[in-house]
């Protein structure tokens, strides 16, 4: 029988687990609070520059407008695209499946910048255009793992599940979701870490985000800007992957 493990091994275990994303998002966060200590840094990149901090808005103010834009866009992702691949892949639904799989291809192929130009002229400047291009980029991997996950339980679980008697809902729930959750996991991690980037274009339409300095930085032909915008994003890319990478991980573990 297994001794319960004490408060301080139940910590150092956590540490082991997380402590990729605690280091990124440690280095997130010092960056995006101390950015103005390399000012002498950034005046070696741009020596004939008076301003090298990007000055229009606070790094942190605009690091949780960020987060917020690629939260909500992914949510309305993660929620269509399992809603989508869960309802094709009923007896009732099955004649959609490629459909829903074109319409999703459709919306990475089609370029994000394309998406902003006809969305702006409906919800005007500002944060919804970029939501709405997010959706359409991020809904393929998650519909795509989502079917490749619900497909690809063998034949003899579903048959088992029916023979104890389980109505289809049970058996979504109880059988057929959580057997497929690391597949589907695996595409709401790679819908997640790109849009994550594509989330800058969102300063080319008004949206206040990470991608502000970088536009900025652009138009006034000022690199440090550019770097410090870019700097940001790739770190948040890199804390937002190792934490989904770890929580497979634990999925995976718990799963044996």
Do not use: K
């Not at 969305?119 to 793992?145: D, E, H, K, Q, S």
Request: aromatic share 6%.
């Amino acid at each position: 029988m297994n001794e319960p493990r004490s408060p301080r091994a139940s910590l150092s275990a956590a540490w082991l687990t997380w402590r990729g994303p605690l280091i990124w998002c440690g280095l997130l966060l010092a960056l995006t609070l101390g950015m103005a200590w390399l000012e002498p840094l950034f005046r070696r990149i741009e020596p004939g520059t008076r301003q090298v901090i990007y000055p229009h808005a606070d790094f942190l103010l605009l690091l949780g407008r960020h987060l917020l834009v690629v939260a909500v866009a992914s949510l309305l992702a993660i929620l269509l695209g399992v809603a989508a691949a869960v309802a094709v892949t009923r007896e009732a639904w099955r004649d959609f499946l490629p459909l829903v799989a074109q319409f999703a291809s459709m919306g990475q192929t089609f370029p994000p910048v394309a998406v902003l130009a006809l969305a702006v002229p409906v919800l005007g400047f500002g944060t919804w255009p970029i939501i709405v291009a997010l959706v359409l980029y991020g809904l393929l991997p998650i519909v795509r793992n989502t079917l490749a996950g619900l497909s690809g339980i063998a034949p003899g679980v579903l048959e088992a599940a029916r023979g104890m008697g389980m109505r289809d809902t049970q058996r979504l729930w109880q059988v057929e979701l959580p057997l497929a959750t690391p597949v589907i996991l695996a595409g709401i991690r790679t819908s997640v870490t790109v849009n994550i980037a594509t989330a800058a274009l969102g300063a080319t339409v008004g949206a206040s985000n990470l991608g502000a300095p970088i536009i900025s930085g652009i138009v006034n032909g000022n690199t440090a800007y550019v770097l410090q915008g870019a700097l940001l994003i790739g770190l948040l890319a890199l804390a937002v992957d190792s934490a989904f990478e770890r929580l497979q991980r634990v999925l995976n573990r718990t799963a044996r």
